[in-house]
C-alpha cells in the first residue's frame, strides 16, 4: 500500500480557524464584520469557489451550456449570471451516473490521500442524494453548526442528548461533530424513540442534567409529556438551556421556560443561518456562504424582501461543490443592515414551507405547512395533521385532516372538522375539505416517533 493521508493530516486546523473563526471567539471576530469585509471576504472565497466547481463534469456541462464563465465573476452578484439547479437536475445526474453522479468533487478512488464521509439525505421525496464529504467539509461544516448550536445556548462542556437517527443522513452526525468537537460536550448518543425509549431519553436527560435534547420540536414534547406522567417537571426538574429544536415555538418556550432560536441549514451544506437574541431573521454565516432568493420556477434572482425559494452557494468546501444550489425551500432575504445584536450579516426569515409542495387551487397558492398552521388555530385542534393532494377530474383537489387536541367523540369530531374547513375558506378564500382525528391517528402518516423528519403532505396528483 502506498502513502495514506491521515484524516488529522488533510485539515490545515489553523487555517480552518483563522478563515471561519469558531464558537465562542466567532461572536467578538467575524459575526462583527462591517459590510466591505464582508463582502471583500465573499468575494474571494466565491471566486476559488468556481474555479474548483469548474473541474466537476456536472458544473462544467451546465455552465458551458449557459455561456458562464467563472473567470469573469467581477462582484458577488455576478454569482447570479451562473445557471441554478434543483434536485431534480441532482437526480438526472444520479440516473446517468449511478450511483454518485457527476456532481461530486471528489471520488472514492481519490480517498488514500483525501479521507472522506459519505451521508445522503433523508430521500422524504423520491430517491437519496449521497455526498462526499472531505476531512475538511466535515470540521468546517461541524464549526458551522456549532455557531449555530452556541448562539442557541449550549455551551462548552454541556451534557447534550442527541435524539436524532444516527442513519445514512448527516443530521445527527454533524450535530455529533459540532458537539464532540468544537463544543467539547459531552453527547449521549440516544437516537430517536425506537433506539432508546422516550422514558429512558427523559431519565438520562435528568441523571446527567442535560443542557439539550436534540430532536424534532415535536418529540421533544412527546418528551415533556412522558416526564409529566413520569412525575417530573420539564420546566424545573429538567435543566434544559438550550432549544435547538424545529417546531412549535411557543409552545416548546412554555413548556421548558427557554426561548427558541431558529436555525437553517440542510444535508449538503449543513448549518447555514441562525437567529440572534433580538430575534430579528436568522443570520447567514456569510463568510461560507451566499444566499440568494429567486422564483422557484424559472430560478431568476428576487427583488429583497420577495418570498421566493432559497438558492445557496457554499464558500467553504474543498470536496462536492454546491453552487447556486435552489434547494426549493421557502423565505425571505432582509436588506443589510446593522442588527440590535451589532452584527452586519445579511438575515433571512425563518424556513417557510416547501416551493414544490406548492398547490394551485383554482388559482390560488396553497402551501400545506401553511394550511396546518391555519388549522391549528382553531380551538380544539392540535398543531398535528397531515395533508394531501389529488386529481378530482381534470382539477387538483386538497384535503386536510387535523388531530384533535383531545379524545373527542365522532360528533365533536364533526364540528372540530367543520370549524377548520370553515377557517380555511375564511382565509384563503377557497374551500377545503378538512376532516378532524383522534390524537395519535396520524401517526402512521407522518412518521411521528419515529422519523427524524415528519411527513406533513402526501402529493397523490
Ligand atoms: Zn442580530
Redesign the pocket.
Known sequence: MGSVRRPREAVDFDRLEELYPPAPQYFDTAWLDDPATIEAKQLERLRERAARAAEVPFFARRWERAGFDPSTIESVADLARAPSYTVEDIRASIEAHPPLGDYQGVMPADALQEPMRLFTSGGTTGRSRPTLYTAWDREAGALLTARALYLQGIRPGDVVLNAWSYSMHNGAHIMDEALYKWLNCIVITTGTGNVTSSRKQVELALEYGASAILTTGDYLLRLAEVAREMGIDPRTDLALRALPNIGDKETLEATFGVPVLDSYGFHEVQWVAVE?P?R?GL?IFEDAFIVEIVDPDTGEVLPEGTQGAICITELYKTGSPQFRYNIMDLSTLYPRER???G?WLRRMAPFAGRADNMVKLRGVNVWPEALGEIAAGVPGASDDYFVRAYRDGNRDEVEITVAARTALGDAALEDLAEAVAAELHDRIGVRIDARACRPGELDHLTGFGSAAKLVRFADER
Open positions: 440572534c433580538a430579528a443570520h442588527c440590535e445584536c452584527s
